[in-house]
């Protein structure tokens, strides 16, 4: 670490100057037209006008636009345009030069970049729920300008990213927050993976440095093992290879911690049951005078000719690439060691596009302006802008999102012209993707010549014919039978007056059904509901209810105070402490500092804290807290869904916290555990919990079937420390195989 505050002027001119060098190196080494006089140009000026700026570490501040412009050159592939936008992103908003100096310095395309990145990131974060959702709104606004900003945006979350720890612990989260729903998510779309997985590990590692700082250690201790395993496996594929002719690369890929810790969420399995820690990619160079796909299956038949494949997990993204551009076959086969290892086969070219996304396709891609499948993404989504008209930021997102994640499916016109659709669309999206008026006057469709509903979820391979009347409208129910961003902003458009009738409805009902539980409708009342009804926003909940497909009648127990709740208990200990709940419950704590990590301890839970509902957390657990419309501290875990929607929505809301247990309140929890049943199994087991003074035990279920036992145990715990102490505890039993939280 260097103290920057002991460098001399001087040194640090010198440190700065040493930086930009490197910046040109890495420009130096790449295909483009060498320009370096206007990125040097560029870069005296944004060194100037930064003068005396620092960040927060203490660093010059124009180590970091030389930062991003290295990333723009490195990993994203682009060029001198985008290194000078680069080096000037933050002049005009943080000093006094305006967009007009850029243009008479730079020209026109520089400035018109600059400001593009300026209007983006210069969005008042004010108290406002939608802020940054309008804040990405703007962002993606700004694409049919130039795709170069949303690149350099890109460059810019990264390098605060690789940077965040000198930030305060609340403005951590809500930074991981928007990186893990916005910039993630788009940089996969973008087809910028190895971006897309620094991203989502680094958002990790700042969110539960704990569990990232295990993984990691589990990760170091297993490298000699993965290495051997490596060598073991490669070395008949390399023989083979060889005697073909082939020239080729081949790699090794271990798993981030973050994708570990999703494996062992979605599979409830621990660390050392995670079997695909390493996969291998083969990069075969071209030879001149052969087909490179052709290539690639030959190289498929090699491998499978050594070891035996998966029969279903072979993937062929070559003969139809995904929409983001990838391209490569996938196979995952049996290793000497038992396990299955997957190995990506992709040529030279494949794999430039894999890791650096649309810059790699302007490489390969002869003529500025080919129509790639970016191009037409981009175009979708201006498409979707500019038919919407959203009643709020939120929604937008939610759509946006829905585009992003979806993967896609292939059908066929009548005359057999191919289209790609994103996958779970509908007789009626393609009528909407085939044109507005096929869409609003669809009747129903023709799969493979027999008669569908509108609502018929096409398949890939299908063959689809729509059907259409002049006397047809649309209809409200329409929008639940859409799943595309499109159809569903065409129809929202369309039918927006009976929209609103039915969302003010719904609205009001919800207003008078809580008015009867003498509840307001705050943001924290109305996300009870729609965790309860699993909506994600608001408004189609309202319509849901306007239209009767949900009701109201049982929302009383949802409100139910916290000392009655199901999962959690006061314990009988507890001194004197009702007094305090009655008159303080629902209030505010005291004075909270927003930039300091919050303490909170079980004894505070009802008095200005609560816990959420729907993750459930306790003492031990990772957790943050966000601040409601009343006041109040509600405790999630960090990992909760509703927490990482709340992150990137209500930012300014978030507390970093932590907690301590004073054995005031105890919490339900669930132990799956497993093993060979034999005699007298379940008295050892009842044993070793009641001798634990600090668990009791609410219910035990088992169930025994061909000598194997299962069961689950609902306890009564301080925190996960006493959970640990008693799977540990109940591992000593040697019947006992697994034993592990559940919830
Ligand atoms: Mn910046």
């Known amino acids: 670490m260097i103290d920057y505050h002991k460098l001399t002027p001087e040194q640090e001119e010198e440190m700065i100057r040493s930086e930009f060098n490197a910046l040109l190196r890495d420009y130096a080494a790449t295909a483009h037209k060498q320009k370096v006089e206007i990125i040097t140009k560029a870069f005296e000026f944004a060194n100037k006008a930064h003068k005396g700026a620092r960040r927060r570490s203490g660093e010059p501040y124009i180590m970091h ?347 066929f016109t009548p005359k057999g012209d191919i289209r790609k659709l994103p996958a779970k669309s509908t007789a009626l999206d393609f009528a909407f993707y085939l044109h507005t008026d096929i869409g609003l006057h669809c009747i129903g469709a023709k799969v493979d010549h027999k008669l569908v509903p509108l609502s018929h979820e096409l398949q890939s391979g299908d063959q689809v014919e729509i059907l259409t009347s002049k006397n047809q409208h649309p209809q409200l129910d329409w929008i639940d039978i859409t799943t595309t961003a499109k159809a569903k902003a065409i129809l929202r458009s369309y039918l927006r007056k009976e929209i609103n009738a039915n969302i003010k409805n719904g609205q009001v009902m919800v207003e008078e059904a809580l008015a009867k539980l003498h509840k307001a409708p705050t943001a924290e009342t109305l996300q009870v509901l729609l965790d309860h009804f699993k909506y994600n926003n608001a408004n189609d909940m309202y319509m849901a209810l306007s239209k009767g497909t949900i009701n109201l009648d049982d929302i009383g127990q949802l409100y139910a105070p916290q000392q009655t709740n199901k999962w959690m208990r006061i314990w009988k200990l507890q001194f004197g402490k009702s007094k305090k709940e009655e008159s303080s419950s629902g209030t505010a704590p005291q004075q909270i500092d927003k930039k300091k990590v919050i303490h909170i301890t079980d004894a505070d839970i009802g008095s200005g804290y609560r816990i959420a509902d729907c993750c459930q957390p306790i003492p031990g657990d990772p957790v943050l807290g966000f601040i ?68 009791s035990i609410k219910n035990i279920n088992f169930e025994t079937k061909d000598g194997v036992f299962e069961g689950t145990l609902s306890i009564y715990v301080y925190s996960t420390e006493d959970i640990n102490n008693l799977c540990n505890n109940l591992l000593k039993i040697k019947a006992l195989k697994t034993v592990k939280r559940i919830n």
């Open 628 to 695: 409601d419309e009343s006041g109040q501290v509600i405790v999630h875990k960090r990992d909760c869904p509703v927490a990482q929607k709340l992150q990137s929505s209500y930012g300014n809301r978030i507390l970093s916290a932590d907690w301590e247990t004073k054995k005031v309140l105890s919490f339900l929890t669930t132990i799956s555990i497993s093993g060979i049943d034999q005699t007298g199994l379940l008295k050892q087991i009842v044993t070793v919990i009641s001798d634990d003074y600090s668990i």
């Open 65 to 411: 636009p030389i930062a991003v412009a290295r990333i723009v050159v490195n990993e994203i592939g682009l060029g001198s345009t985008s290194i000078c936008s680069a080096l000037l992103h933050d002049v005009v908003e943080d000093t006094d030069y305006t967009c007009e100096d850029i243009e008479e310095l730079f020209g026109p395309k520089i400035a018109s970049i600059v400001n593009g990145l300026t209007k983006i990131s210069g969005g008042i974060f004010g108290d406002k729920a939608s802020a940054q959702a309008e804040n990405f709104r703007k962002l993606i606004l700004t694409i049919p300008e130039d795709v170069r900003v949303i690149l350099i945006k890109m460059a810019d979350r990264l390098h605060n990213m690789r940077t965040l720890g000198s930030m305060p612990p609340a403005k951590q989260l809500k930074i991981t927050g928007e990186t893990q729903y916005i910039y993630a998510p788009l940089a996969q779309r973008l087809g910028f993976f190895l971006i897309k997985t620094e991203l989502e590990n680094l958002s990790f590692k700042f969110e539960q440095p704990a569990i990232y700082d295990e993984l990691e250690k589990k990760l170091m201790q297993a490298s000699p093992m993965l290495e051997d395993s490596f060598q073991i496996f490669i070395r008949p594929i390399q023989k083979l290879l060889d005697s073909y002719g082939y020239q080729y690369e081949i790699l090794k890929r271990i798993k981030s911690p973050y994708s570990i810790f999703k494996k062992m969420q979605t599979k409830h399995i621990p660390f050392e049951e995670v079997y695909d820690l390493l996969a291998v990619r083969i990069i075969l160079k071209p030879k001149p005078t052969e087909d490179e796909k052709a290539n690639c299956w030959v190289a498929y038949s090699a491998i499978t000719s050594i070891y035996k494949p998966h029969p279903d997990r072979t993937r062929d993204w070559i003969t139809t690439p995904k929409t983001n551009g990838y391209e490569a076959l996938h196979v995952t086969v049996m290793g000497p060691g038992g396990n299955w290892i997957e190995v990506q086969i992709r040529s030279e070219r494949m794999n430039e596009i894999a890791e650096r996304g649309i810059a790699a396709h302007w490489k390969y891609k002869t003529g500025e302006h080919s129509e790639s499948d970016l191009d037409e993404w981009f175009k979708s989504v201006k498409d979707m802008l500019d038919t919407s008209d959203f009643c709020n930021a939120i929604e937008f997102m939610d759509t946006f999102k829905l585009n992003l994640y979806s993967t896609e499916i292939y059908v």
